[in-house]
């Protein structure tokens, strides 16, 4: 990637930082009260995120390989992966940053309809991982709430009917699109939308082989490489399930669930709940507001007090800022091109 093609992207992931420094509407004071708060656990929640990274890198790197051999060093896809997901965070509609700087980035190493299939490929399995997440959760909510241990009311029973109708279509669209190829449909969708017809046809007509042939690549993962697609997708999976420790170690501050296994399970449906909020509200850049809402309501359905949620919102948010700078400081290093 030319230098100042790079530079464009760090420069509006940077604006966009600043942009949720200057949104961030909670007091200094209370900021710097709750990090003393969480203390030495704030911590692990950081490098709790150096493990859940490699993961995402090592999905990336199987995926890779499924198509062919993978010259680009690991710690370098690495590298890739924390910087895409700090583009994503920061921009609005997530996908917009990070997967086209990932391809241009990898390109040099695999070639154009390689490093755009792998990358496609790893956001689809990301995305289909959190479907499944999600519906694990409403299963693990029931169980609790037969047992007593979770409110089951009117309203909740419509959450959670609407959640496995969501998640329900999610995997099936999924599904479909590993089977056929999504690229070419997706294209397809946005010739019908104003303002984009012009473009999206034109798109289509001049890059046809190029579209099918990745659509190709994404199909083939499925197909005649499954060895490949269920192994990430498990990487993918108990990535997110690992994720919830964040919360975790949180809840051990507050003695919520007696510090066992009751509390990873209390923060698994709190991530699970907060995490689809937030992503129906992917247009907002780091989701502004959208996950602190998640998380208050999350917390309050789990009978905590709302200062728990609101604890919890702000050291995620710490959290992300720092991995977010972390991610366009990498831009900046590490960018010429290496044998594996």
């Known amino acids: 990637m030319k230098s100042t093609t790079r530079n464009i992207f760090f420069a509006f992931g940077l604006i966009a930082v ?36 490699i993961m995402n890198a090592c999905t990336w790197r199987i995926i890779i390989k499924g198509s062919g051999d993978c010259p680009i060093p690991f710690w370098k896809i690495l590298k890739l992966t924390i910087t895409g997901f700090a583009l994503n965070y920061a921009t609005p509609a997530g996908l917009m940053g990070g997967e086209p700087y990932k391809i ?32 694990s959760s409403i299963v693990v909510y029931i169980v609790l709430a037969l047992f007593g241990l979770l409110p089951l009311g009117a309203c909740m029973i419509a959450v959670l009917l609407f959640m496995l109708c969501f998640c329900g279509g999610g995997i099936y669209l ?82 919520v669930g007696t510090g066992g296994g009751l509390s990873f399970i209390y923060a698994f449906l709190i991530l699970s709940f907060t995490s689809l909020f937030a992503n129906l509200l992917f247009f907002l850049p ?31 948010r710490v959290r992300e800022l720092f991995w977010t700078a972390v991610g366009l400081l990498l831009m900046k290093v590490g960018n010429g091109r290496v044998k594996s």
């Open 18 to 53: 600043i942009v949720m420094l200057f949104t961030f509407k909670v007091s200094f004071a209370q900021l710097w009260a709750d990090i003393c708060h969480a203390g030495y656990w704030l911590f692990a929640i950081f490098g709790l995120w150096i493990f859940l990274y």
């Open 104 to 135: 241009m980035e990898l390109k040099p190493y695999i070639g154009a309809q390689r490093a755009t299939s792998s990358v496609l490929l790893f956001a689809m399995m990301h995305i289909f991982a959190h479907f499944w997440f999600w519906t």
């Open 174 to 255: 999924f599904i479909r699109g590993y089977k056929n190829g999504m690229v070419v449909k997706l294209i397809r969708f946005l010739g019908h939308i104003p303002g984009l017809k012009k473009w999206a046809r034109s798109f289509a007509e001049s890059h046809k082989d190029d579209l099918q042939k990745i659509d190709r690549q994404i199909s083939e993962l499925q197909s005649q490489n499954q060895r490949s697609f269920y192994a990430s997708f498990v990487l993918e999976y108990v990535g997110r399930v690992l994720q919830s420790l964040e919360i975790y170690f949180m809840l051990l501050l507050f003695d």
């Open 286 to 316: 780091l989701q502004l507001g959208g996950r602190e809402g998640g998380f208050a309501m999350s917390v309050a359905q789990m009978g905590m007090t709302a200062d728990i949620g609101m604890f919890i919102s702000i050291i995620c």
